[in-house]
T-cell receptor, first 109, second 112 residues
Framework: DQQVKQNSPSLSVQEGRISILNCDYTNSMFDYFLWYKKYPAEGPTFLISISSIKDKNEDGRFTVFLNKSAKHLSLHIVPSQPGDSAVYFCAANYGKLTFGQGTILTVHP | SAVISQKPSRDICQRGTSLTIQCQVDSQVTMMFWYRQQPGQSLTLIATANQGSEATYESGFVIDKFPISRPNLTFSTLTVSNMSPEDSSIYLC?????????FGQGTRLTVV
């Protein structure tokens, strides 16, 4: 039973446009949500997080939105840049981290 | 922050053999975590390695298949034993939790 799901394996976006990556979860006990970014041949690195008591957290070009009633999380990147091309993992925390499958983002110049 | 060195970065192994993956951290940490990412799947926690005690395994993972060593506060190894093609995955070590989690670059294992 996959508690955290990223249903889009890949996303392609034009440079300068908005990238929206989505994540759904099933466990209402998750208290903290995170996004990680992974380049090829590197480990994931932390990008941005949000507590379950908030519905939005912004850090520069990156904004994470949390809709608890829908058990849905999204990451917005605007404007998207070619250097944002990577695999993005969402993760949820309840004692330990549970990850989604990842979404490959490609930003075209 | 923490710098994690993991090796080997990749390997191709024969079925039935074992591979030991090493993880070195540049600072002392209490817990180290081992993850697996099978093709098309999510990062899945295998076990938590504490120095001076046996590792704690997640559901679906057993010590006989994935023995772990933690001889000191900066080093750990994960062995994938008696490998089969289903063990072909990326294996990652990690330290810290949540926003403070840092990962090694991963070991891409292919079992033939």
């Amino acid at each position: 039973d996959q508690q955290v799901k990223q249903n889009s394996p890949s996303l392609s976006v034009q440079e300068g446009r908005i990238s929206i990556l989505n994540c759904d979860y099933t466990n209402s006990m998750f208290d903290y949500f995170l996004w990680y970014k992974k380049y090829p041949a590197e480990g994931p690195t932390f990008l941005i997080s949000i507590s379950s008591i908030k519905d939005k957290n912004e850090d520069g070009r990156f904004t994470v939105f949390l809709n608890k009633s829908a058990k849905h999380l999204s990451l917005h990147i605007v404007p998207s840049q070619p250097g944002d091309s990577a695999v993005y993992f969402c993760a949820a925390n309840y004692g330990k981290l549970t990850f989604g499958q990842g979404t490959i983002l490609t930003v075209h110049p | 922050s923490a710098v994690i060195s993991q090796k080997p970065s990749r390997d191709i192994c024969q079925r039935g053999t074992s591979l030991t993956i090493q993880c070195q951290v540049d600072s002392q940490v209490t817990m180290m975590f081992w993850y697996r990412q099978q093709p098309g799947q999510s990062l899945t926690l295998i076990a938590t390695a504490n120095q001076g005690s046996e590792a704690t395994y997640e559901s679906g993972f057993v010590i006989d298949k994935f023995p772990i060593s933690r001889p000191n506060l900066t080093f750990s190894t994960l062995t994938v034993s008696n490998m089969s093609p289903e063990d072909s995955s990326i294996y990652l070590c990690s330290v810290g939790e949540g926003a403070g989690a840092f990962f090694g670059q991963g070991t891409r294992l292919t079992v033939v």
